[in-house]
Nanobody
């Protein structure tokens, strides 16, 4: 499977943005799909993930209540809806997919074997 991330852009503090991750070459069936982000000078960090079968989700604490991850079976796409954005959410957002990811490991970037190219989200203050 190959991943294509899109939808990044510039938004003001408090605004909303939705980024998308679309699969090609295979479907997301059997995968867990995650979003990670990396800002300048910082390590890549977990944001959210969804298990394609069953729909179990996981979120990093700082985005709970503001971000929502969802999937569209027909479009083979995972979305990350981001509301109430803050300047500290500014980062390159990467989507990733992995098979056999156990629930307790959804936050671990090493559990994911396929990565998209990233899309930049900038939140202005």
């Amino acid at each position: 499977v190959q991943l294509q991330a899109s939808g990044g852009g510039l938004v003001q503090t408090g605004g909303s943005l939705r980024v998308s991750c679309t699969a090609s070459g295979d479907t997301f069936r059997g995968y867990t799909v995650g979003w990670f982000r990396q800002s300048l000078g910082r390590d890549r960090e977990f944001v959210a993930a969804v298990r394609w079968s069953g729909g179990h989700t996981s979120y990093e604490d700082s985005v709970k209540g503001r971000f929502t991850i969802s999937r569209d079976n027909g479009k083979n796409t995972v979305y990350l809806q981001m509301n109430s954005l803050k300047p500290e959410d500014t980062a390159v957002y990467y989507c990733a997919a992995g098979r056999g990811v156990i629930l307790s490991n959804m936050h671990n970037s090493r559990a994911y074997t396929v990565w998209g190219q990233g899309t930049l989200v900038t939140v202005s203050s």
